[in-house]
């Protein structure tokens, strides 16, 4: 083999490994995203849904002391 094919063979793999390694980072982001997103939506439904009976336990207890 000569010199100028292993060295571009080299710097094709060196390309690669970046733009494979770019890709992988860049989907965990997302993924992390969208997992922290569901759950805040999650939560927010579940204060929302719960938060007149919390607050109706509290105005009870409130005037029960």
Known sequence: MSWNLIQNRLAQAV???RTGIRREDG??????AL?????SI????????TGTNITSILNKIASDV
Do not use: T
């Open 27 to 32: 989907q965990g982001l997302i993924e992390y």
């Open 42 to 49: 999650v939560a927010i439904v579940a204060l929302a849904l």
């Open 35 to 39: 997992i922290v997103s569901l759950i």
């Open 15 to 17: 390309i690669d490994l």
